[in-house]
């Protein structure tokens, strides 16, 4: 069963919809009713985008990214899920030159599991990841993003900066991520 964690996202609704039509079975839990120890339960997690930054929102997704690195637990970070993911780890964000929000076409840099291709992807961020901490590897970049697709080492644990759940490549790469 996926757990998709709504960190308050505008998009969080596209996601489930396309989860939806997909007949992928998921679970909607915000951070602050989500049981830490329910973990467990669930084969895959999506943490979803945010709206404002709250320090306690970012303890519990530290919390579970923690929790699918030490038990090897599919997890895809979206936007703030990928900068929490780098936070996490030791990297850094820093605010973007200027607010990214459009469609964007994000280059493949490396082979792997979630995305083949070169894909147009909606963009929706103020902030992006800086520098990225030694475990993760960067996938893919853009034009104004360094950092577009991440991933843990050798691990099913991925990021994106922008929002696969508003694009049709994106709905893709969403797809595969549940299926592997």
């Keep these: 069963m996926l757990l998709v964690v709504d960190n ?3 998009y969080t609704k596209n996601l489930t919809n396309f989860l939806n039509k997909k007949n992928i079975l998921f679970e909607l839990q ?8 329910s973990l467990k339960n669930y084969n ?3 943490l979803s985008g945010r709206r404002k930054n709250e320090k306690k929102i970012n303890e519990i997704n530290s919390k579970i990214i923690n929790f699918s690195i030490k038990n090897n637990l599919k997890l895809l970070g979206i936007c703030y899920g990928a900068e929490i993911l780098a936070l996490t780890l030791g990297g850094t964000i820093r605010k973007s030159q200027s607010l990214q929000k459009g469609n964007e076409t994000v280059i493949i840099l490396k082979n792997n599991l979630i995305s083949e291709n070169n894909l147009t992807a909606f963009e929706s961020h103020n902030f992006e990841i800086a520098k990225l901490p030694d475990r993760l590897i960067s996938l893919a970049k853009s034009n ?7 991933q843990y080492e050798n691990k099913p644990i991925f990021g994106t900066q922008f929002h696969p759940e508003m694009s049709l490549d994106g709905h893709n790469l969403i797809e595969k991520f549940c299926l592997l």
Aim: aromatic content about 10%; glycine content about 4%; some cysteine.
């Design 8 to 10: 308050g996202s505008i």
């Design 30 to 37: 915000t951070p602050q009713f989500l049981e830490l120890n």
């Design 44 to 46: 895959s997690i999506i």
């Design 144 to 150: 104004n993003c360094q950092y577009e697709i991440i």
